[in-house]
């Protein structure tokens, strides 16, 4: 095991979704902790007032009183309990609330972060998150020391909200031609109100450009909530989208709304929309259709008043052409398309992105150091970055705990960039140009089909036209 516990830690864990209870409690389980079960917050105080749990983690969306009501109400029965929100949706107004209250916020879609955080209580349990006993006195210069250290961990523990100050367009950080131009596209759509897809690699930043559309459009005033179609069950993801009504016994649950009703006025982005299964297609080409939804065990339909922005992976347009995914709900879907480049091509980002991460996590960190030096810059512009930036920021995260004074140095980074050799200079003559590589390669597929044409355009992914026209260009430049 990764820690050991002085005494076996029993933790509460409060949801209404069965299935994500059952698997979140076999999983705390096989890391040494004892649970307890409730499927609402009412539940969550009887547990708590027939055992003494040392951990609560709390749902947010739940019928009956929410998560945040929840944990202050078991604040109140027990002083001193640790808990933590966790949501499946992405809410900056939870969010904020959440820290405001020094409770640690997670979302369903990352649980990287909360699983490292549960190791942490596990290890060390007086020293993680919770609050303090209401018994307690501080001296002034405790209580600055303590508000300082509790400054630290919320940015640890919340890195979205590190650098509140940005908003808007100015939370995009980069200034090569590509940015410039999605920068320049996202002013011109935002108050247009139409249905965007982004369209990107993972680690890009799609969740983070659909919150700038929403912060700078007409329904900023709303909430912005996120939901990852690809982390949940279809059972699961059926009941985030719809809600539910009242179910009869033996599991009664209170009525519940799901994200197209509790973002009403607002702005709801599907993550990875790619994934989600065919039924749940349906459902959403239904809601787009009518501008309705339907909670499941209902017959009411209920207006849908909210900005539908989706994120996929480039390869959406294949499962549109292989059947996958529904072509008119992509149609719907790509009313407008953003393209985010990965990090691979913005290398003139790459300096700029480390500078604002170095500064983000010295701060996290308490930490004064001087920057990036040129070997360790030349390493980070030579990597491909295939977690793009959400990969560049772990790397110097890294960087900054390993470093302990001066700039971040070669040393500091992981192995795989020290390995990293650059490429031998080459001059100008040597170099091919982009269209007679392409004719190469054009030329090399078909040869190896047998000058089978239609087999050619499938392998170099065009259709038969494209590579009919290609071929009469490369049979004019040869008689040229």
Known sequence: MPFELSSKLTILLVDDEQNFLHSLAENVQLKGFST????????ALAAARSRTPHLAIVDHFMPGIDGLVTIAKLRELRPGLHCILLTGHSDDNIRQTAVKLDIPYFEKSHMGAFWEYLLEFGAHP???GGTRSSNETLTSLEALAAQQTLDRRRSAMFPHLDGLELSGLSRIIG??????????????ISALDCAVLLLGETGTGKEMIARVIHETSQRKSGRFLALNCGSLSPDQLESELLGHTTTPPPLPYPAKKGIFE?????TVMLDEIGDAPRGIQRELQQILGERTVTRIGSN????????????????????????????????????????????????????????????????????QLEGIDGKATALLQLYRFPGNVRELENVIERAVILCEQGPIRPEHLPERFRQLKPAPKRLPGEFR????????????????TGNNKSEAAVILGINRASLWRKLKRYEQESVN
């Open 262 to 266: 509790a973002a009403k006025g607002g």
């Open 300 to 367: 009411t339909s209920r207006p849908v008043d909210v900005r539908i922005l989706t994120a996929a992976t480039a390869d959406i347009e294949t499962r549109v052409d292989n059947g996958t995914f529904l072509e008119d709900l992509y149609y719907r879907l790509n009313v407008f398309t953003l393209r985010i480049p990965p990090l691979r091509e913005r290398g003139e980002d790459i300096e700029l992105l480390a500078s604002f991460f170095l500064n983000k996590y010295c701060k996290v960190f308490d930490k």
């Open 433 to 448: 140009t982009l269209a007679a590589m392409e004719r190469e390669h054009v030329l090399d597929v078909l040869k190896s």
């Open 36 to 43: 307890v079960s409730a499927s609402s917050g009412e539940d």
């Open 175 to 188: 200034e090569c031609q590509a940015m410039v131009d999605l920068k320049r596209t996202i002013d011109r």
């Open 126 to 128: 007086d020293r993680v």
